[in-house]
């Protein structure tokens, strides 16, 4: 069977997504599949991702930060996929990720070529465009591209059961299968190392995730607690007003940011912080959402703190149950420097952190997820043939 995978994404560039597409590409390879990827031409010196498919690259816009993140950027992608798609080696089915102009794309050349395609829903893009633009009309267009790309897939996949309540109140009744989430195990997985007094943030910060109040539950802790720094890692667009406010609060030479790392360079700092942050606004329409990044901490051995609504509360506090996976709070300053205050005063052993990182390959390894969403791939291929 031929597979093709379309991504302005994919490893090596450090994500969550690529970290979860290569997992696919590996998954489908392992089930006698043929694969190729067609993405964006990766940073210089970021190397060659391929396990074994066949990587097909294409020069892209990039933001700032060096990410395919933007109205601009995207359709620097789509655009040329058009005349990419339209000229591969014909495929028996196609997976693609969003955003949805890229699922737009793919369905009309699918319906030219006749090639069913399995869409990637592991989030509502038009709802987070809600959080992000104050522009309606952006926000209509995006839904519309949206549900055009839902609705002519084959099949849909997504992490959560919230997501796919979410689809059905769009109007789409496009067939999803929920195959969960989780971390790269063979990346994240526990690292005996001694325990700094940090707490790290990792990942993308913007309105929609309002990591904003991190900087001031930190003040609040660093009352009480001397000594102990809060390390952003990643970028937003909320950045330059988290840091006037950590300037404000008199936590400034406290409170860090850094840039984007690979897994591997991530790793290690989980490994060492106190406790990994995680937050999602509440009230932004918003909080079916599943917050993934906790599973790359978990797999490290490191708990979590997470502070909002949706469903990653309930997770946290189930594992608790059985290992010291961390807690949830309310989005709210004082209850996360509270939790901090808890976590710094009585860390997680050594110990209790190797028992979470091995309870979280059991239970939330990446290969389990990405070998459904394989299987869900090649059952739709299958049916391509069959028809």
Known sequence: MRVVIASRIYRPEPAAASFFLGGVADALRAAGAEVEVLTAKPLPGQGDGSRGERIRTFPVLRDRNGYVKGYLQYLSFDLPLVVRLLTVRRADVVFVEPPPTTGAVVRIVCALRRIPYVYDAADIWSDAAGQATGS??????????????????????????????????????????????????????????????????????????????????????????????????????????????????????????????????????????????????????????????????????????FAGPGPTGPFIDRAAREVVAGRAVDYDAEAIAAAMRAAADAPATAAERERLADWAGVHHSMRAVTERVASTVIDVGAERRAS
């Open 136 to 305: 309606g009309l952006v926000v209509r267009v995006l839904r519309a591209l949206e549900r055009f790309a839902m609705r002519g897939a084959a099949r849909m996949v997504t992490i959560s059961q919230g997501v796919v309540d979410r689809v059905r109140e769009l109007g789409v009744g496009t067939p999803v299968e929920v195959t969960g989430f989780g971390a790269d195990t063979t990346v994240f997985r526990y690292q005996a190392a001694p325990v700094e007094p940090v707490f790290v943030y990792a990942g993308t910060y913007s309105e929609l995730h309002g990591a904003d109040v991190l900087v001031d539950a930190f003040a609040a802790f660093a009352r009480t607690h001397e000594g102990y720094r809060l390390r952003f890692i990643g970028n937003g667009t909320d950045e330059a007003g988290m840091r006037a406010r950590a300037r404000a609060l008199g936590v400034a030479d406290r409170v860090e940011f850094a840039g984007p790392v690979a897994a591997s360079e991530l790793r290690p700092q989980l490994a060492r912080a106190v406790a990994s942050l995680a937050t999602l606004r509440p009230g932004g329409g918003y909080e079916y959402a599943f917050t993934s990044k906790a599973y790359s901490s978990l797999a490290t051995g490191c708990p979590v703190i």
